[in-house]
Structures are given as C-alpha cells and as structure tokens.
C-alpha cells in the first residue's frame, strides 16, 4: 500500500449531525484516493456518529475510542496516520475548496516548514452569516524566531492547522490532561521546532452552533468555568514543555512568550469570576510591559493612562467602555490617529 501524500485527521464527539459534512468537505478537495487519507476518531460519541459515518465506509479510516477529550482525539489520529502531513479537522466544521491544494504547495515550497496555517470563515448557524476572520497573525517561515516574534506569532484553531509528524519529535503524544487546547498546544510550540507558515487565506468554515465551548451566553457559567479550567490547564502544561524547550531551543524570548499566555488565562479569569480593581491595574501594567517593544511610544504612553483608568473605573466599567470603543466609531479612528499601535501582538485564544 503507498503512503499517502497527506492524512486528513477529522475528530468528532456527538457531532453527528455535522459529521457527514466535514467528510465530504475533505473528499470534494479533488485528491485521489491514494494521495489523501481520511481517518476520523469518534471520541466516545453518545449520538449517532457510527451510522453517520457508515456511508463513507472504504473512503475513510474509522476509529472509534472511548471518551477522553481533545488531546486523546489527536493522539489517535495522528497515531492512525500513515502520511507525515497530518491536516486537522473538528467534526463541526469544514475545509473550502482548494484548502489542501493550498497547504500542500506551501509545504512543497517549504521543506523544512513544520506547519502550515490559514485563515477561516466564521459560519454562524443560526443566521447564516458569513464573517472573514482576520489572517494569523505574525511570522511565516521565520526560524528561529526572535523575541518579537513569539510575541506576534498567532496560532488560529484546529480546522486550520497541518503538521508535518516528523518534525513535531517530543511534542506527540500530546498530554491526555489537555481535554481542550491540545491544538493551541502543538501550535503554540510547533514555532519552536521549525518554521511556519501563515496563509493569509480563509480556507475552512468555522461554525458556531450554540454546543461549542467558546461560544456560548456570558450567564452560561457551568461552560465558562469549564473553559477557564481547561485554559488554566493548557497554560501549566504548557509551562512544563517550555521549560524543557530551554535546553535547545536556539532562539530567546521564552520567558516573555509564557508571559503572554498566562496573560491570556487571566483575562479569561477575570472575565469568569472578576477582578478587583488592582488585579486590573497589574494585570494592564503586565501587558505593557510584555508588549510593549511591540507598539509605538505613543501607544505605550496611551495604555499606561488605561492601566489607571482600569483602577479608577474597575473591572466591570472598564470592560463594558472597552467593549464599547472597540467596536469602532469615531473614538476608535480618533485613537488611532492619536496613539497608533505599532506592530500588533497575537490575538487572544
């Protein structure tokens, strides 16, 4: 049997209805049988799933497993890969047209990239609405990157995301603890092992359904609380491989880029639980301080008056200005002109 060009790993629980979609997504990319691979892993699925999927039966490589989230999911499809280019797949969205032919050139024209990404489309279910999310955020084929680097550097979600196995090394199998963010765990530290390359392209459809973990009513706190948990998690495991990453890792910046990840979790603490008003005030100094070789003097001068204005109007104010101003307008337009940013950082998880 020839080894495929590239494994597409599609993983799935309770997402039958979905299913059937992701699968055509990925067979409709025009690719023979014997370049592409479909394995999907049925993470433990209570619904429908296996008679989903039974149609597709000699298309597809059909792993069934028990329950054991996000990170065990993985491990079973790229366990079950036999191509080293490995595109991923939640069982909820879907690869547009041309998407593989994309990231299969980017591959070709780079060798040594360990991973390629892409931007995506936004699909809200309930409305049919389209929305263009921006293009990843900073390097593309840039090893080892600097400091600055790391800083801009933005990872997107799984359904945007192919690995080249070979070069991941240590990274796989991923830690079974991380029943979310094992995607932003391999993303976040595949830059770390060789180049990436960032296409600035929408080429899958991200849909949100009501069910996703990030996507649900701010008065859902049995899910926020969840995803706090599983962020915090992330972070710590995270912080475990770093630290061995230190003893080869040819390039410096770690300690500002675990920085901005613990960034990440704080603000996500706080929006679950809140803040007072001096973990705020700390918390906007860390940021300028992390961030701040990124942006401009006027922009730095400008988030050090919010860092106060955090402390004077606390968090629930601040947070609801904020909300406010960002959404555009004249204030917006009148700040950048006044304090322009610089260079952007990453975009949160």
């Known amino acids: 049997m020839s080894t495929p060009r590239v494994t597409a790993v599609i993983t799935c629980y309770n997402y039958g209805r979905f299913v059937g979609e992701a699968v055509e997504s990925v067979l409709a990319q025009g690719l023979s049988r014997e370049e592409l691979e479909v394995v999907v892993v049925d993470d433990g699925s209570t619904d429908d799933t296996p008679e989903r999927v039974r149609p597709f039966d000699g298309r597809i490589t059909y792993v069934r497993k028990p329950n054991g989230g996000q990170a065990s999911a993985l491990n079973a499809g790229f366990a079950n890969a036999r191509a080293d280019l490995v595109a991923l797949l939640d069982a909820d969205d879907a690869w547009l047209q041309g998407k593989l032919e994309r990231v299969l050139a980017a591959f070709q024209a780079h060798p040594d990239a360990v991973m390629v990404q892409h931007g995506r489309q936004v699909l809200f279910a ?53 029943t979310g963010h094992a995607d932003s765990y391999l993303s976040a530290l595949a830059v770390l092992h060789g180049p990436v390359i960032s296409l600035d392209l929408p080429l899958a459809q991200y849909r949100i359904h009501g069910a996703n973990l990030y996507s649900f009513h701010d008065s859902d706190q049995q899910r926020a609380d969840r995803r706090l948990d599983q962020l915090q998690t992330f972070v710590r495991e995270l912080e475990r491989a770093l630290a061995v990453q230190r003893s080869h890792y040819p390039g410096a910046g770690l300690d500002g880029y675990l920085e901005r990840f613990h960034l990440i979790e704080e603000g996500h603490r706080f ?61 917006l337009r009148l700040r950048h002109l006044l304090f322009p940013t610089g260079q952007t950082e990453s975009r949160p998880l």
Do not use: Q
Request: charged share 25%.
């Open 126 to 178: 309930e409305s049919g609405r389209l929305e263009t999310e921006p293009p990843p955020s900073g390097l593309s084929g840039i090893f080892p990157p600097l400091p600055e680097d790391l800083l801009r550097y933005g990872p997107t979600a799984t359904s945007a995301l192919t690995f080249r196995k070979s070069r991941l090394g240590a990274l796989l199998p991923i830690p079974e603890i991380l």
């Open 271 to 331: 929006a679950t639980h809140g803040a007072s008003r001096d973990e705020l005030f700390h918390h906007l100094r860390k940021h300028r301080r992390v961030y701040g070789s990124l942006w401009t003097r006027r922009y730095r001068t400008y988030r050090w008056l919010m860092s106060y204005a955090g402390l004077l109007l606390g968090y629930r104010r601040f947070e609801s200005l904020r909300r406010r101003h960002g959404r555009g307008g004249e204030s």
